[in-house]
């Protein structure tokens, strides 16, 4: 009975955050490894069009409440969501024909790229704070849980309860969507093939008379589409504050290099490594450590290696310790 208590306090406390975690992790680092593999520079500014897109969900979402729209046990975003995902598209599209373009047709090496979409990047920051302002905001409604943790204590008896929150699932159920969704694309549609030709070898493609702006334009609304999933998902599931959308960044490149950057496989692969490592290395054990262990071997403290406050500290150290030992990442993806 203790096994089983523990197994589900584990469940509840890391297991089931961290898959939700790395869903998330898993679509913002996709959408980062498609900007590097086919426009081949490292997008600073994608944590802050999350939060762009967030915003615009958010606002859509209030005005629908506002007017008495529901979806009933689902949250009311998924309506305001493909709104967030046009704005979105809009706003990168703009960004790209008016700031990146003008260094693409320069040939500017890619850390030029990457320093501009540092200045994008503080703009959009600012504009965000400015719309919707530095607060939390909560959007989420419907059904709290799928499964509570008195509703699990009654089924089962056990002294543990496992909770189960709508948005878990939620989020678990709208990435396996959207990732299928995006390497059926990658792998079967013609348009797909080229950004893979263009990605692999760009004089190659431009000589078999693929068009390199709208491999670019493509490219960049299904950075659109993964960044918005990604933004309200992870709202939906915590809350919106801009300010961290700007700390994801961090995660999310580690994500993206852990697994290689500029390898779809590996940016879900590495999502799911941070997010693991992040909730497991931050967990305070001894609920778990007091189940299984003999009395005298329990520990006296909380048993937990850092305090929550560090946990994108958790991912720094990861992203370090991958640089130097393999850089191109699990999955073999492009050297950093």
């Keep these: 009975m203790d096994l089983l208590n523990a197994l589900v306090a584990l469940a509840n406390f890391v297991l089931v955050p961290a898959i939700s975690y790395g869903a998330q992790l898993a679509l913002g680092a996709l959408g980062v490894t498609l900007v590097y593999g086919i426009l081949r520079f490292s997008n600073f500014a994608h944590g802050d069009t999350m939060a762009f897109g967030t915003m615009v969900t958010i606002l859509v979402t209030w005005a629908l409440q506002g007017w008495g729209v529901s979806l009933g046990p689902l949250p009311t975003a998924l309506l305001a969501l493909p709104v967030g995902i046009a704005a979105t598209a809009l706003l990168v599209l703009g960004t790209d024909r008016f700031v990146y373009r003008f260094y693409r047709v320069q040939k500017a090496v890619p850390v030029i790229l990457l320093i501009v979409s540092i200045g994008v990047m503080f703009v959009l920051n600012g504009l965000v704070r400015m719309i919707i302002g530095v607060d939390d905001q909560r959007f989420a409604d419907g059904e709290r849980f799928v499964i509570s943790a008195r509703t699990f204590r009654d089924m089962t008896g056990l002294q543990e309860g496992l909770a189960i929150r709508t948005t878990t699932v939620l989020t678990v159920v709208v990435a396996i969507i959207v990732v299928a969704a995006l390497f059926w694309f990658l792998e079967r549609t013609r348009t797909g093939k080229s950004m893979r030709a263009f990605s692999d070898n760009e004089d190659l493609a431009l000589l078999s008379g693929i068009n390199p702006e709208r491999v670019v334009v493509i490219t960049w609304l299904i950075v659109a589409g993964l960044a918005t999933v990604a933004g309200v998902l992870y709202g939906l599931d915590k809350s919106f504050r801009p300010f961290t959308y700007f700390q994801l960044l961090l995660p999310i490149f580690a994500a993206a290099i852990v697994g290689g950057l500029g390898n779809p496989v590996g940016a879900i692969a590495g999502g799911f490594v941070i ?34 406050d560090y946990k994108f500290a958790v991912s720094f150290m990861i992203l370090v310790v991958v640089l130097l030992i393999k850089p191109t990442g699990l999955f073999a993806g492009k050297a950093v």
């Design 275 to 308: 997010a693991f490592s992040e909730v497991g290395i931050t967990y305070a054990w001894k609920k778990v450590a007091d189940y299984i262990l003999p009395e005298a071997l329990q520990p006296d403290g909380l048993a937990q290696l850092l305090s929550t």
